[in-house]
């Protein structure tokens, strides 16, 4: 019974368990860092699309402005290709 904890194998056992738990550890802290940057990278992606999203509606008005007439949407003209609010699976 108190074989566990004394003796060449307890100390064994304790250094795998020891040995797992470090090993344990480090793939969470991998695993930890890498959800962290993809969670940044996808932020950073939406704030491009954004950023993508307001640049386009300036082209539109400037063209627009330019024409002197009224330019119609193309989102209007090709719903197949709407990506708006797309959220890509991870």
Known sequence: MYDLGFGLNGLVSLA????????????????????????EQIRLLQDIAEQQRQQTALLKSLVQSARGDSVTDDDDLSPALDFKGFIPER
């Open 16 to 39: 795998i368990a020891g040995l797992a738990l470090v090993v344990g550890l480090w793939v969470w802290f991998l695993v930890n860092r890498a959800s962290v940057r993809a969670n």
